[in-house]
């Protein structure tokens, strides 16, 4: 079964030809040219990943990220035009797990598309990981702090997991990036930052520990 890909962009050429080249590689591309119609796409579909622009009509990519994580963890990509700063920060801020800047090429969009999917697949055969009253189930997905099941998005569970696998063990950002987001190459650490933050008011402020001028650990 082919994954499906809702695409909300008000631009019609880029949401053509990024549909296209979606379509091209064996995705099913749902589109959408303004962030309202997005949304009703989203409540009435059953999409395996986002795509959403930040500038869009009626309701902005930022506010259609933040109503989407209201009731599903479904992966969500960003699209920045400009790659700003403020656009990026409030994207990850919203729930988005990660983003691009356009144009983007295919490869690397298609890069980043199945990067996030993967974040979503169970690891087989890996057991419960427990840390004081926190405990990870990587096979079912799920994230339990002190008997209470808590709610991670992809990325968010699969940063959780990297830091589960090394307890104790500072990992600095270029690392994070290479094993949660896949990145081959330096990509933003602002990614890594804010997807700690997020995960830090999930599972407890302080159990994910900074040791500043070099990156994060797990507390044992």
């Not at 009435?44 to 902005?60: N, S």
């Not at 926190?134 to 099941?149: C, I, K, R």
Request: include cysteine.
């Amino acid at each position: 079964m082919s994954v499906s890909v809702l695409l909300v962009e008000d631009d019609e050429v880029i949401r053509k030809s990024v549909g296209m080249a979606l379509e091209r590689y064996g995705y099913r591309v749902d589109p959408a040219a303004d962030g309202l119609t997005g949304l009703e796409r989203f409540h009435a579909g059953d999409h395996d990943l986002l795509l959403l622009d930040v500038m869009l009509p009626g309701l902005d990519g930022i506010g259609l990220c933040r109503r989407v994580r209201e009731s599903s963890l479904v992966p969500i990509l960003m699209m920045s035009a400009r790659g700003d700063a403020l656009d990026v920060v409030s994207g990850l801020e919203a729930g988005a797990d990660d983003y691009v800047v356009k144009p983007a090429d295919t490869s690397v969009l298609v890069a980043r598309i199945r990067a996030l999917l993967r974040r979503a697949t169970p690891a087989p055969g890996t057991p419960r990981l427990v840390f004081g009253d926190l405990t990870v189930d990587p096979e079912a997905l799920e994230v339990y702090v002190a008997g209470e099941q808590i709610s991670l998005a992809p990325t968010e569970l699969r940063l959780l997991l990297e830091f589960a696998a090394n307890p104790g063990i500072v990992l600095d950002r270029q690392t994070l990036l290479r094993n949660v987001w896949d990145y081959g190459w330096d990509g933003d650490s602002r990614v890594v930052d804010l997807c700690v933050q997020r995960l830090r008011r999930k599972v407890g402020a302080d159990r994910v520990e900074t040791v500043r001028g070099f990156g994060y650990k797990l507390r044992r």
